[in-house]
């Protein structure tokens, strides 16, 4: 499976941008990639702070044939993108439920996930945000980015191509996916 690209400067919302693309063309998948974000968007109508040179992506594909719930698909976006950050920091990445990707106890990733039926198809927009470089200051919800934990300042373009190729290399494997085997992925 090939995610097509949707590259954008600026934005309101990633999600909300898939959400368009989905109900005003035929794609069936893809990625939507911003570098600026306006209104980012987290659980429950939360603000998502998104800085300048961290991640802000949504991918997008139908799950017509897939028999999992929304919250083992949450699961399996978060061990996804726990892979990911694995490729650039060895010590331990741990997740919160039902969604968030913790460092030291700090939050460094959100995923918001939303379901989408357009055309007699259903779709699972999966919302990515990942602190490269710097992140907000939430009260009571510390967070961190790679570059306060690295000191290596991550190429966001090779970090995205990485994200693409896990995720074309796993929705295929999806309407056949055990959650008994969640920890094969």
């Known amino acids: ?61 139908t799950i017509d044939k897939i028999n999992l719930t929304l919250e083992q698909i949450t699961k399996i976006n978060c061990l996804l993108i726990k892979k990911l950050l694995s490729f650039y920091y060895k010590k331990k990445i741990t997740i919160k439920k039902p969604n968030d990707i913790m460092i030291n106890k700090k939050k460094i990733s959100g995923i918001l996930q939303e379901k989408l039926t357009n055309c007699n198809q259903t779709f699972i927009i999966i919302g990515i945000g990942i602190n490269l470089i710097k992140s907000p200051c939430i009260s009571n919800y510390p967070t961190t980015n790679f570059l306060e934990l690295t000191n290596i300042k991550i190429d966001k373009n090779k970090a995205i191509l990485k994200l693409i190729k896990i995720y074309e290399k796993f929705i295929p494997k999806l309407p056949k996916f055990n959650i008994i085997n969640i920890d094969k992925i």
Do not use: C, H, P
């Open 1 to 61: 499976m090939k995610l097509k690209k949707f590259n954008f400067k600026k934005v309101n919302s990633t999600n909300d941008l898939a959400i368009r693309i989905i109900k005003n063309s035929k794609n069936k998948s893809g990625i939507v990639i911003a570098e600026t974000q306006k209104k980012g968007r987290g659980r429950f109508g939360k603000k998502w702070t998104s800085y300048k040179g961290n991640l802000f992506v949504s991918i997008f594909f």
